[in-house]
């Protein structure tokens, strides 16, 4: 499928602010060189380490979901190779930031590169347990959770700001995607069905050993 053809078929079910930043984002270059032929077929691809990246319309529903505007500043959890951190760091623009955590040393090193291939300057990639959030560059307008975790981590809530919102899918079998909101206290709202890998770390699922 061509570029064009996938964005293109979002246009009315999807924000335009947000199919504008995925043609902004290169996602053959956040794919091995084997797979990018596939770069714009619709569905999860394999990046190496067991992880994946997230089929497109994916990427598309959780950033429309989260309503990302310019000058926000995003943690994301489980950035794999990079892709989804590249689209939010278009929708939140230069003065926005997003901090992409990932568990993977390999992907971490993986996403740096492949997101300096793509001229996207404001991600910051750490190598660390993004179940627990990241402290230090709390709290965040938005959240964003690209792993199914077994309840919606306490940290990651706390790290939220007032007025603001995370997106996450939660569920082990049967995983939903759920939209957290935080104004006086927290509200929770599910949106559909999904499928993705695990989070794993102290607030996530355990190591398969």
Not at 193 to 207: D, N, R, T
Request: hydrophobic share 40%; net charge negative; charged share 25%.
């Amino acid at each position: 499928m061509k570029k064009e053809q996938l964005l293109e078929g979002m246009r009315g079910r999807i924000k335009d602010s947000v199919i504008e930043a995925m043609y902004h984002v290169p996602r053959e270059l956040f794919l091995p060189e084997h797979m990018r032929w596939k770069a714009y077929d619709d569905t999860p691809l394999p990046i190496g380490e067991n992880q994946t990246i997230s089929a497109p319309h994916m990427v598309a529903i959780m950033c429309d979901i989260l309503d990302i505007a310019k000058g926000m500043k995003i943690l994301e959890v489980g950035g794999g190779s990079g892709y989804h951190a590249a689209v939010m760091a278009v929708l939140a623009g230069p003065q926005g930031h997003v901090y992409s955590v990932e568990r993977m040393p390999e992907l971490v090193a993986l996403a740096r590169s492949n997101l300096e291939s793509a001229g996207i300057e404001n991600v910051t990639v750490i190598e660390a347990d993004g179940s627990i959030g990241l402290l230090e560059h709390a709290p965040y307008d938005r959240i964003s959770v690209a792993a199914t975790a077994p309840h919606v981590p306490e940290p990651l809530k706390q790290q939220l700001k007032v007025g603001g919102k995370m997106v996450l899918p939660v569920g082990r079998d049967y995983q939903e995607l759920i939209l957290v909101k935080r104004k006086n206290g927290f509200t929770v709202e599910e949106k559909m069905g999904v499928i993705f890998v695990p989070l794993i770390g102290k607030e996530g699922f355990k190591e398969q050993t």
